[in-house]
Nanobody, 119 residues
Framework: QVRLVESGGGLVQPGGSLRLSCEALGSIFSNVVAWYRQVPGKERELVASIITGGSTNYEDSVKGRFTISRDDAKNIVYLQMNSLKPEDTAVYYC??????????????WGQGTQVTVSS
């Protein structure tokens, strides 16, 4: 079954760190993989993205604190989150274009993982 599985969310104090993981099962990552987040009542927003080759892009509020990386040998993308703030609290979603062999099979979302930053 083709799907994205996220892990690594949880409760952390302000200033703390978490590392989120997104694993592609039944497929491999294609060109773009991204992390989004969403809080109740607001639209889902792009947090960070990475393309094949390693070029990255970050939302302004997380620049210098979050780092996205990918391990294509393991089909995993990571989001290292440091210096966390209460306003980072959200459900974080992985989004990726996936392929099987050389064939593109679609754009997928993970199930989401809750990140709560609170003292």
């Amino acid at each position: 079954q083709v799907r994205l599985v996220e892990s690594g969310g949880g409760l952390v104090q302000p200033g703390g760190s978490l590392r989120l993981s997104c694993e592609a099962l039944g497929s491999i990552f294609s060109n773009v993989v991204a992390w989004y987040r969403q809080v109740p009542g607001k639209e889902r927003e792009l947090v960070a993205s990475i393309i094949t080759g390693g070029s990255t892009n970050y939302e302004d509020s997380v620049k210098g604190r979050f780092t996205i990386s990918r391990d294509d040998a393991k089909n995993i993308v990571y989001l290292q989150m440091n210096s966390l703030k209460p306003e980072d609290t959200a459900v974080y979603y992985c989004n990726a274009n996936l392929q099987s062999g050389r064939f593109y099979i679609g754009n997928y979302w993970g199930q989401g993982t809750q990140v709560t930053v609170s003292s």
